[in-house]
């Protein structure tokens, strides 16, 4: 299974990792439209989200719902009605290094 590798700042990581955080935003740059057309092209399911870069840093694997264009949540990261890809995300399916009992969301 293919899978996008994001790395995230600690805070934006534990607020998904909680549950709080169901997406993640990106700047509507050619950058990310290259990456995020991969995620179509190449049956992109999931993003493995990274906190940092060291051997055993923490890491978790995220279901993409869907990706979309459009102006994002505040207190999740975004700018005042700044325009963003948006990645909606789902379930938890796997973490590493991480301490949590439960990994699906409700």
């Known amino acids: 299974m293919k899978t996008l590798h994001l790395n995230l ?3 934006w ?3 998904i990792l909680a549950g709080k955080k169901r997406e993640e935003y990106r700047e509507l740059t050619d950058y990310w439209k290259k990456r995020f057309s991969k995620v179509k092209e190449h049956c992109v399911d999931n993003i493995t989200f990274s906190n940092g870069y060291s051997k055993d840093r923490r890491q978790m694997v995220v279901k993409i719902e869907y990706i979309t264009i459009r102006t994002g949540i505040i207190e999740w990261g975004a700018e005042k009605e700044k ?3 948006v990645v909606s995300l789902g379930n938890i399916l796997k973490t590493v290094n991480c301490d949590i009992s439960n990994k699906k969301r409700s």
């Open 9 to 11: 700042h600690k805070k």
């Open 13 to 15: 990581f534990d607020m």
């Open 83 to 85: 325009v963003y890809f």
